[in-house]
Every structure is written in structure tokens, then in C-alpha cells.
């Protein structure tokens, strides 16, 4: 077998030339993958995520209003439960831009 870079002799059991360092694996076709469903999933994720956090927001918001009569501990609770969920849709959404890209330069390359 003969290094289609240099020319020299190679060895079969070897994945390179040991002279040109060139490589002599047979090369593999790349498998175009399917990511739709991961960017459906993501986004459903994201919006149950936002809708059931929510929903569970308030309802904890109005069950600590029965208890405490004072603002403070609700409009703090209320506050981090909306930046906990603004965090997790920013990191999903950070995802599924990741996800597209992948997709669109495997698109555009090939």
C-alpha cells in the first residue's frame, strides 16, 4: 500500500504514513443526522418549563399570602422563582441556537 500524499510505502496496520505523517484510514461519508426532534423537544421543554413555573409561581405565591400578611417573603419568592426560570429557558434556548447552527453549517458545508 502507497501514501496517496507522498507516495511512500506504508505499512496496512498503520492509520498514517510514517514518513509524511499523512493519513491512511479509508475515509467514512458523513451521516447527515436528523435534529429536528431535538429542537422540538428543547422547545417544548422550554414552554412547559415557563408555563408550569408559572402556574406553580403564583399558586405558591397565593398559598404564602394566606400565611404571611407581609409583602417581603411572597415578592422575594416571587422574584427568585422568575429568575430560576428565566435561567433555565436562557440556558435551553442558548441550546437549541447551538442545536440550529450545528444544522445549518452541516447543511451549508455539504
Do not use: W
Amino acid at each position: 500500500m502507497y501514501c496517496q500524499s507522498c507516495g511512500a510505502e506504508t505499512n496496512r496496520e498503520l492509520n498514517y504514513c510514517s514518513r509524511c505523517g499523512a493519513s491512511t484510514a479509508p475515509e467514512t461519508a458523513l451521516v447527515p443526522l436528523s435534529l429536528t426532534k431535538p429542537a422540538i423537544a428543547i422547545g417544548l421543554t422550554v414552554t412547559l418549563l415557563t408555563l408550569g413555573g408559572f402556574a406553580l409561581l403564583i399558586t405558591g405565591a397565593v398559598k404564602l399570602a394566606e400565611v404571611f400578611h407581609v409583602p417581603d417573603p411572597i415578592m422575594a419568592v416571587i422574584v427568585m422563582g422568575m429568575l430560576a426560570i428565566a435561567f433555565c429557558d436562557f440556558m435551553l434556548l442558548r441550546l437549541l441556537g447551538r442545536i440550529v447552527n450545528a444544522s445549518l453549517s452541516s447543511t451549508l458545508g455539504s
